[in-house]
């Protein structure tokens, strides 16, 4: 972790270290879940078109029947447009890998130059962490014309969430090589789960304009934004999701976060950086 990100990504990201971003964020949150008629119809019209999206894909395709613009971004898709492949772990969203791999330590791979350690990502809890020491470790980012349903990778039981407040830059890949620390130090819903093979975490991170995030057992978690760390605990509620069931979404597009202990998985050998991926194919096997 010695090399030092290139002038240019530092240069790219100096404007968000000035720029407010909860205020910024609050107001697109505002503008994103607003219901103005036509007008957010042309947004949506407008933003179909310059991201490429593709609405052939989705449960719903009249864009002029998505009342705000957060009904639109997190549409559900076709029952057939993510059929899930016979494998133990799959990819729980559409975007890119970011990075995958072992775990040095405690220490996650971010970009070159950066990485963070398990124990930041998780909100400062050396137990949790420390059940992911030399584990595995995926980061998929989301574009802005990617679906923003998070899916199940595998079957699990919700232990706990823990909402842990922090800077919202962007997640965009010239970010994560620019800022340190990136998906530690954004704000963060970290979701733990037990599975077949131990304990395993998804880590919703926010960014830039992402005005809240979600989870299907709890709804929005963020706002509210209270500034200290917010904990939820499920020993006793008996949540179980299944492989590929809806854990949650974005409000506008982030990175999720996987964490898996040692020795338990291995990624498919074509998982790599900057693949594109989507929700539903093998992202691994149980060792």
């Known amino acids: 972790m010695s090399s030092s990100p290139s002038f240019s ?13 909860q205020a910024l964020t609050a107001f697109a949150g505002w503008v994103a879940g607003s219901q103005w008629g036509g007008a957010t119809t042309r947004i949506i019209d407008w933003f179909v078109k310059r991201y490429n999206v593709n609405m052939a894909e989705a ?26 492949a016979a494998a133990a772990l799959l990819s729980p969203v559409d975007g890119a890998i ?36 030399n584990g595995e470790f995926a980061t998929l980012y989301l574009s802005p014309r990617d679906y923003h349903r998070i899916h199940m990778p595998c079957a699990g039981r919700l232990t706990r969430m823990v909402h842990v407040p922090g800077d919202l830059f962007s997640v965009n890949p010239t970010t994560a090589r620019g800022v340190p620390g990136l998906f530690a ?83 498919e050998s074509d998982w790599s950086p900057a693949r594109p991926i989507v929700m539903g194919e093998a992202m691994g096997q149980w060792r």
């Open 98 to 133: 970011s990075q995958c791999g072992p775990i040095a330590g405690d220490q996650v791979f971010q970009a070159k130059g950066h990485g963070y350690s398990t124990r930041a990502l998780v909100g400062g809890d050396a137990a949790l962490a420390a059940q992911f020491q």
């Open 59 to 84: 449960a719903n395709p009249d864009t002029a029947s998505y009342k705000s613009f957060n009904d639109f971004f997190t549409r559900a898709l076709r029952g057939d447009a993510r059929p899930l």
């Open 9 to 21: 990504d530092r240069l790219a990201v100096m404007p968000q270290y000035l720029i407010p971003q």
């Open 185 to 267: 130090r954004n704000e963060r819903v970290v979701c733990v789960f037990e599975g077949e093979r131990g304990p395993f975490v998804m880590v919703l991170v926010g960014a830039t304009i992402v005005g809240s995030m979600a989870t299907v057992w709890h709804g929005v978690v963020n706002p509210p934004r209270p500034g200290q760390l917010r904990e939820w605990a499920y020993d006793q509620d008996a949540i179980h999701l299944a492989q590929g069931q809806e854990m949650g979404r974005f409000l506008l597009g982030s990175t999720v976060v996987m964490l898996f202990p040692q020795g338990v998985m291995q990624f």
